[in-house]
Nanobody, 126 residues
Framework: QVQLVESGGGLVQAGGSLRLSCAASGRTFLSPYAMGWFRQAPGKEREFVAA????????EYADSVKGRFTISRDNAKNTVYLQMNSLEPEDTAVYYC??????????????????WGQGTQVTVSS
């Protein structure tokens, strides 16, 4: 069984920063998985934010967060991070991490991921 647990969300003023973490565990998570971050605001569909390949060699970002967010991973700790800078009120959402047993491709569609965390709330005030 694979379990993903997000943390690091909270309330921050516009222009501030947060660093989200996603810790993975389980016997099937002993090899590098493709990892991604998605977010969902109230009344809206879940949308792609950022993704990284299993070995961290390639990344992809939604246009709305390019230049502000950075995805990274520490496979020794089974953890993926999302550094969020210059936060805007439009970034307010529940942020979810996701994992898939793919170690080469970068995955940007939620339908491509097999495992999901419970989400962590990010609220950016004006």
């Amino acid at each position: 069984q694979v379990q993903l647990v997000e943390s690091g969300g909270g309330l921050v003023q516009a222009g501030g920063s947060l660093r989200l973490s996603c810790a993975a565990s389980g016997r099937t998570f002993l090899s590098p998985y493709a990892m991604g971050w998605f977010r969902q605001a109230p009344g809206k569909e879940r949308e792609f934010v950022a993704a990284i390949t299993g070995h961290g060699t390639r990344t992809e970002y939604a246009d709305s967060v390019k230049g502000r967010f950075t995805i990274s991973r520490d496979n020794a700790k089974n953890t993926v991070y999302l550094q969020m800078n210059s936060l805007e009120p439009e970034d307010t959402a529940v942020y979810y991490c996701a994992a898939d047993p793919e170690d080469w491709l970068v995955l940007i569609a939620d339908s491509e991921y097999d495992y999901w965390g419970q989400g962590t709330q990010v609220t950016v005030s004006s």
